[in-house]
């Protein structure tokens, strides 16, 4: 799966496919039934489908609910996983690690060919090609949530050369994030470097803990002084701000017209509250919507609400959005104060915060980085061997 993810959209689909059914094959259906957060999930799915009664554009609610299909199943297989033995877990983090290690390189490898090239690129808020391809916030973001399950898997290798080869790993991605200098990827990393700091101070490990975070202030000044991708990326976010103190309506910046297509979405779920304006309809409507409120707006700059709450409330209504808040923050429920539930929630938190500024689930990558990692650090916890991945 995470092979596919980085090269292949169909190899990927297949492989969740393959996965879900392979893990829930011999297991009675009345089983299925016990999984709360499974069929709260299909809950939200399947008012999803349901608009398909008041959608004029039917192609593109097809498109919508397909890259949903997952839903139906990865929940169940990884409820059904049996625990991972140690000899898996080391085998996991490696092959992961040195896939995404791969990848960077693969990246970067633009760079060193033609620096010129894509430093003027990140000046216009472009970053470096990555794998999956054309989605460096997916990418960015995967490699955060791997870092932090690195760093949990760390203490469960024993063997000395892979304990090297997993540190190696997490100390190139994070090198990486910051030339790659994508917001999404390096927001996620310092908010997990901070709170991973807090967590060892708490823990008896006060001195690590404040190591940690010195070492975001570190990266900051070492990565403006060293990196130019990184230091023409500050430089934009900066423009980008100058550009939202004087009141820019253009839509040419991606940030700002992220906040314009908030209030757009908000203003047409005000006029469709309960049933909202269906699956399908959706980017014509915030079009429109463009049309009204922001005319300057070129029409490749128009988009859906980067927030992932709004799209559903602006698809199918306020409804549907509190049982998917639910299904948002059910796997909290039962959550211990143990090493396990704190990179649970660290995980958690980053892919909640995806869900605040990107449509996440509206695209087949985000789909899968969202269920697969949520669900394999949940597999993790205590509370799993006797109740598994029942949220």
Same mark, same amino acid.
């Given at each position: ?9 169909? !190899? /990927?689909? *297949?492989?969740?496919? %393959?996965?879900? $059914?392979? @893990? =829930?094959?011999?297991? &009675? ?114 490699? !955060? /949530?791997? *870092?932090?399950?690195? %760093?949990?898997? $760390?203490? @469960? =290798?024993?063997?000395? &050369? ?230």
């Amino acid at each position: 799966m995470v092979a596919g993810f980085l090269v292949s959209r169909v !190899a /990927l689909s *297949i492989s969740m496919f %393959l996965f879900g $059914l392979n @893990l =829930i094959w011999d297991v &009675p259906p009345r089983e299925w039934l016990r999984q709360k957060w499974w069929l709260t999930g299909l809950g939200w799915v399947a008012i999803y489908a349901i608009t398909w009664f008041w959608t004029d554009d039917k192609a593109n609610w097809h498109t919508r609910l397909e890259v949903k299909l997952p839903f139906l199943l990865l929940p169940l297989s990884f409820a059904f996983l049996p625990r991972l033995s140690p000899k898996q877990i080391r085998i996991f983090t490696i092959s992961v690690g040195l896939m995404l290690v791969a990848s960077a390189v693969y990246s970067v490898s633009f760079l060193i060919r033609d620096p010129a090239f894509y430093l003027k690129e990140y000046h216009q808020s472009h970053t470096l090609p990555t794998l999956p391809k054309e989605d460096h916030i997916r990418a960015s973001t995967a490699i !955060a /949530l791997y *870092i932090i399950w690195a %760093l949990y898997a $760390l203490p @469960l =290798i024993i063997e000395k &050369p892979a304990k090297w080869i997993t540190g190696i790993c997490i100390a190139l991605l994070v090198v990486y994030l910051h030339v790659l200098a994508a917001k999404s990827g390096l927001l996620s990393l310092y908010i997990f470097l901070a709170s991973y700091g807090a967590y060892l101070g708490f823990t008896r490990h006060k001195l690590l803990g404040l190591v940690v975070v010195l070492a975001i202030p570190a990266f900051f000044v070492l990565s403006t002084t060293l990196m130019p991708t990184f230091n023409e990326k500050r430089n934009f976010i900066a423009f980008t701000y100058y550009k939202l103190t004087h009141g820019d309506k253009s839509g040419e910046i991606g940030d700002i017209n992220r906040l314009m297509s908030y209030d757009i979405a908000s203003k047409i779920i005000m006029q469709h509250p309960w049933t909202g304006v269906g699956t399908g309809d959706m980017l014509a409507e915030m079009k429109q919507g463009y049309d009204k409120w922001y005319p300057g707006v070129k029409e490749e700059n128009k988009l859906l609400p980067h927030n992932q709450f709004l799209i559903v409330a602006l698809g199918c209504g306020l409804p549907a959005t509190l049982l998917f808040a639910i299904w948002v923050f059910m796997p909290l429920v039962g959550m211990g104060r143990n090493r396990q539930s704190f990179f649970f929630f660290m995980v958690w938190l980053v892919l909640f915060l995806q869900l605040m500024i990107e449509p996440v689930l509206e695209v087949q990558y985000g789909v899968f980085l969202y269920l697969f990692f949520m669900l394999f650090q949940r597999h993790e916890l205590p509370a799993a061997k006797a109740v598994p991945a029942r949220f």
